[in-house]
């Protein structure tokens, strides 16, 4: 095989696949921030959840982004907040707690049946019968969404507890953000498909 | 370590890294398509570039994306085209012709130094000294492409040579498209620094 093809690094791969899985409960924002509450369908266009802080192509650059001047307005990346039923009730065992409520932590959309889906690769495809959402990148759990945990379980303890607990255990189960990509309703109930794409693990040399 | 951890999960990972190149060229939309012209500096806004065919946070489904009804507006992540000085001379000498010259096939900008360009996870963020991009997909080489090489080539020759190698050869080689996430101008001879992400082959059992 010629040396200059791709396909012949010693690079780790996979090809594509689709898994199958299930829209479990769809959520929208509430208050306060970051809870949302659920609802029965939503109807997505390519800028997100119509009415919602985090509809639009673009928003601020924030504590995320450290790198970036706060407010400076860049590419979303976070239209839509997607977690795991499976990978929520593997965070609460490693918290010690019975469960965490996907409204308490911001979800907007809590999925089954796809494993380790916090690990999707970017440009993963969730397909619903009728939108397509993208992965963007794993999310990050933070305290903010620690102290709301807290807030539920334990709101009359001191902080330090539950709150950092959160970020500490979440790691790599916090679910996903994502963009849309095919405008359209989306029901809570309604089986949809991973499509994973080719995957090559990068490095330099 | 905990089962439920998905660090202990056997999937191959790699942590994130930085690589730094160089901006050696930039290019904006020429007569006919796909072909680019030359040009010193580009004014990326969040939108790609400014009065040009790929313009914009949406776009029209095509013969990409069959699984979408033609002519549906969709999420671009098509804004910017992005080739490697490397790559299209390794496609060259795959097709055993001299040089692909980056205007011939739609590039807006020609990067050097990054080791495996193409491969580059979705994810990967380009950053510029005042503007960073965001790599979305990894490019498809298409014989459109592959007809606008055999145009300066080979004009006078039937369909089917160079036309068709390139598909057959600049796969994995054919640069990446990309999203703009952090406005702002661009200018050929520029360092750039590619930040690639924690990477996990990702499967489902």
Redesign the interface.
Known sequence: M?P????S?P????PG?E?RGRCEALFVEAEPHPETRAVSEIALD?QGIPGTRHYG??RKAGPREPW?KRG????S?RQITIVSREELA?IA??MAIESIAPEWIGANIVVSGI??F???????RIVFPEATI?V??ANAPCRITGKAIARHLTPDAEPGGIDLAFPASAK??RGVVA?????GTIRAGEAITVK??P???????
Chains 1, 2 share one sequence.
């Open positions: 010629n200059k093809l791709p396909m690094l690079l780790p791969s996979r696949c898994v390519l192509f673009t970036y400076m307005e860049m590419r990346g593997a065992a490693l494993p380790h916090t690990l999707l690769p970017p440009g993963s993208v963007e990148a790599g189960l963009s849309v990509e095919r405008a994973v794409p995957q090559i693990l990068w490095q330099a040399d």
